[in-house]
Structures are given as C-alpha cells and as structure tokens.
C-alpha cells in the first residue's frame, strides 16, 4: 500500500467539513468544530479509501463517524455500479425499533417495579449466544425459513405473534431477491444451506441460526425501557384532524413508557456476510484483481454479475430476518409488561435500519446507497414515502446516545438531501473497546447508572459500552440539527436497560 498522507479538513461552515480529493467531488464531513477535531485519522483515511473505490460516486461521513473494518462506522457511500460488502458491514440490517406504551411514567417509579420488568423481559429474551430461556417462543424452521424469503408479510407475523398493524411501522417490511422476487430468495437460501455447510463443516448449523430470532445480541445491542420528553416545538404545536403534528403522527405520547431496541440479523446474518468476504476475496485473489487501496475488506462486484446477485440475495435474507427479529422482541416485550402491569397496551412506533445498501433515486438517478452505522432520512413529502403513514411530516429517525445521557427520536428535513438522505445512526464510539476497558473504572460506571436511577440486568454494566466511551450525545444532535439535516422531536430518558455482558462484538 502506498504511503498514506494525513488529510486536510476544509471546513464549509461550523456544522459541515470536506476532504478534498485532487480528481473527483469532495468527501462530505458532518460535524461541529468540536467532532470533526475528534475524528480519529483513521476514519478519515478509511473515507478517502472509499471514495477512490471503482464506481463510487460519493461518500459522506455522519457525526458519529469512527473507525470500523475497512469503512468507517458511520459512512455512507453512493455508487450506481457496483455493491460493496464492507459499507454495509458484518452485522448486516443492524438496526432500531421503539414501542409506545400507553403507561404514564409515573407507573414505573419503583425500582422493584422495575427490576420485575427487567426479569419478565430477560426470562423471555435472551442475550448475547446464550441459549433461549424456557419463556422463549419457539417456531418451526420452515416457518422461519419462509420468513426469510418472504419478509414481514400477513401471515408470516399472525404466525410469529406480531401484530399486523405493525407492519406498516416498518421501514422495509419486506426485502427481495436480485430480481425483485421472494422465489429468487427461495432458491438462494438453498444453496446458501449446501454452500455454508461445504465450506464450514458441522460449525454451520442453519436451525442454530435462525433460532435466534427474538433475541438481542452483544456487544452495543440492547433493550432500553424509556420516558419520552416531547420537544418544545412539538409540547406547542397545535395540531388538528386534518393536520397532525409529527409526535402524534409517529404516536408518541409525552411522558408516558416506551422501549427502545438495537439489534441485528444475528448470527444467521454474520454468517452470511463473512461468507460474502471470503468469496469474494478469493475471487480477487483468482482474478487477480487488486484490493482497492490495498484493503481485502473494501472488495466489491460489479451490478448484474452473479457475485453482486448473490450478496444482493444473501444481504435480503439477513434484512428480513432482522425485521422480524426485532419485531418478534416488541411482541416480547409487551407481552412481558403485561405479564407486570395487565392490561397494559404498546403499539410500533418504527422499525429503521443502519447497515443496509439499496437502490434509491437520487436527484432522478439511481444509485445503490450504503449505509454503515448510518441511517435512512427521509423528509416529510419525498415520494418514496407516499401512502405510509409519514408521507406529510417524514419517518422516525431513531437515534441511541447512551442510557445516562438520553437518546433521540427526530424526523429529516430538506437539507438531508445534502448527506443522501442520511443521518447518523447514534453517539457513535469515542473509545474503542479495549481502549475503554483499561482506562475506565467500573465502580465510577456503575455509580453513574445509580447516580441516574438507571437499573440494568447485570452485576455490573459491560465497561466497555459505559456512556463514556461514547461521543457527548448532545453535541453529536447540535451537529445534526445545524446541519439542517434533522431536528428533534423528542428526547427518550432510559429507566432500565438489558445488555449482554458477556459477547463483545459491534455493527
């Protein structure tokens, strides 16, 4: 690899930063003054790898921006020619959700109250590899089988228990194949089962896998019961039948409990995307291509060629299996409040993913969009909205800051646009784990949850996911919001949290 140089800021205004590159358009940096001081060199040079990658068009990094496996965590990355495994990363359809209850704040004051929640949430939802505890649901593989190809349709969420007036609360209920069916995802899934377990022998155990549904990972996957605190414009917005406001539209209830969740594709989508890597390295390899900028994880295939329809189909079973995990765990959830508090009720606020590539039209083109650590952000009447229940006042962005500093629910405005309708998907990382361990101490993070009133599932809160070794939250959404590519609808403060302390892993 060549000798790589320090890269140059140049700052357009307080909020939006560019590395300029001498032969194409310029890498888009959102961030304060503040952030973009504290992007580690790294990231910035992962960014100029990106953009100097065959076919790519743009890359653009969102405030939580931190280095990741050969893309940053945090990018995003247009190309109309080619797909690319690494910006959207290993845990393919990462992703948040969040239910509203219809529970006043006050009703969950008491800690015992809430550490009776936090056991009825746990005995039905495991975490990290464990295996399913005895209140776990479980399904048939061929159901789950179907589930994968044909996404959260009717009458695969009537079977799994998921309400389906949840569906349309999806940002993508459902994903296809390379060709824009389910029977192409059918086919792809077995060879992917003879494929899988030719090359891995008997650690390939695809019931194991899809098992796993209902069920959050480790490392920074959580559950988060919360408060939601409606912001000033939306406590005074006076909205009418005709004209709703945007909390009443994405039914959030000021004041009242709600249940925030991070999780992904599980080990069904890791598998799969490690599977991709290693293809599609040996086919450099055979080929004799060059990895770009000399890093096998920026490997890619171009449009329309078997390798690119491969990962299209494997990253869609994965997505699909994403959604219905996540839904299967709001089901979960409920049902666990109302085993506590009966007679409680929660609807879907969203589902949103943060680790996807698609094909969006973009100033009337199409391009392929990946997102790593970033989020989709539509603006109230872009037309891939019309006929959802956001068309008039945009989708929820769900952002995660960390259980002591509160996160956020916020709706994209025009100037999303600028960052190909993106946004960051949370704090973003201001410590890597390892780092985090030796420098933290893990009394001082566990009296920060007390100090907080914050309950969590463990003896001790995994150091290294402490709200320190995250970016200040509130800085990160000042970013955004200066930007002009999001504002706030609503702040959520964390009450109890369930994390996994035992599986280090991240998106």
């Known amino acids: 690899m060549d000798e790589i140089k320090p890269l140059r800021i140049e700052a357009v205004d307080s909020c939006t930063g560019e590395i300029r590159l001498d032969h194409c358009s310029p890498i888009r940096v959102f961030g304060s003054e503040k952030i973009r001081c504290e992007m580690e060199e790294t990231t910035l040079i992962q960014a100029r790898n990106m953009r100097l990658c065959p076919g790519v068009e743009g890359v653009v990094l969102t405030p939580d921006a931190h280095q990741g496996f050969g893309a940053p965590i945090g990018c995003v990355m247009a190309t109309p020619s080619h797909i690319y495994p690494g910006p959207v990363g290993v845990d393919i ?3 948040m959700s969040l239910l509203q209850f219809d529970l006043p704040a006050d009703a969950i004051n008491e800690k015992p109250l809430r550490r009776a929640l936090i ?42 228990g998921v309400p389906k007036e949840w569906i349309c609360r999806c940002e993508d209920a459902v994903h296809l194949g390379h060709d824009g069916t389910a029977d192409a995802l059918f086919e792809r899934l077995e060879r992917v089962k003879k494929e899988l377990a030719d090359a891995q022998g008997s650690s390939w155990n695809l019931h194991e896998k899809i098992q796993q549904i209902g069920s959050y990972g480790g490392g920074n996957h959580f559950g ?32 009242n409990v709600a249940f925030l969740s991070h999780c992904g594709s599980r080990g069904f989508g890791n598998e799969l995307a490690k599977a991709q890597f290693k293809l599609l390295k040996e086919k450099f390899e055979k080929w004799g291509t060059p990895f770009p900028s000399g890093d096998p994880q920026l490997i890619y295939a171009p449009l329309g060629t078997p390798e690119a329809d491969d990962y299209l189909d494997d990253m869609s079973l994965a997505a699909n299996f994403s959604t219905l995990n996540h839904l299967v765990i709001n089901s979960l959830v409920l049902e666990a409040f109302q085993e506590i508090l009966p007679g409680v009720k929660g609807t879907l606020v969203y589902h949103i993913s943060h680790n996807m590539a698609r094909r969006e039209i973009i100033d009337g083109r199409p391009l392929w969009i990946h997102r ?13 909205l019309v006929g959802t229940p956001f068309e008039h006042v945009g989708h929820p962005i769900l952002l995660p800051g960390n259980p002591c500093g509160g996160s956020a629910v916020m709706t994209a405005l025009e100037g999303a646009k600028e960052s190909y309708y993106s946004v960051n998907h949370g704090a973003g990382r201001a410590m890597g784990r390892k780092k985090a361990t030796q420098e933290l101490v ?32 509130d800085e990160v959404l000042h970013s955004v919001e ?3 590519l999001a504002r706030c609808v609503a702040r959520l403060q964390a009450r109890f949290v369930i994390k996994d302390s035992s599986c280090k892993s991240d998106d």
């Open 93 to 95: 359809d990462c992703s």
């Open 119 to 160: 056991n009825s949430i746990t005995k039905r939802i495991p975490t990290g590899y464990r295996r399913r505890p005895v209140k776990s649901s479980r399904y048939s593989d061929q159901l789950l089988e179907t589930a994968l190809c044909q996404g959260a349709v009717e009458p695969v969420c009537e079977e799994l």
């Open 224 to 255: 988060e019961c919360e408060i939601v605190r409606l912001s000033e414009s939306e406590k005074n917005a006076i909205p009418t039948a005709e004209s709703p406001s945007v909390a009443q539209t994405f039914g959030l209830v000021d004041g």
């Open 372 to 384: 790593k650590g970033a989020t989709r952000a539509y603006p109230a009447n872009h037309f891939s």
């Open 442 to 473: 893990q009394r001082e993070v566990d009296q920060e949850f007390d100090d907080a009133d914050v309950l969590f599932n463990s003896r001790n809160y995994p150091i290294d996911e402490a709200p320190r070794a995250y970016k200040d939250f």
């Open 482 to 484: 200066s930007a002009g």
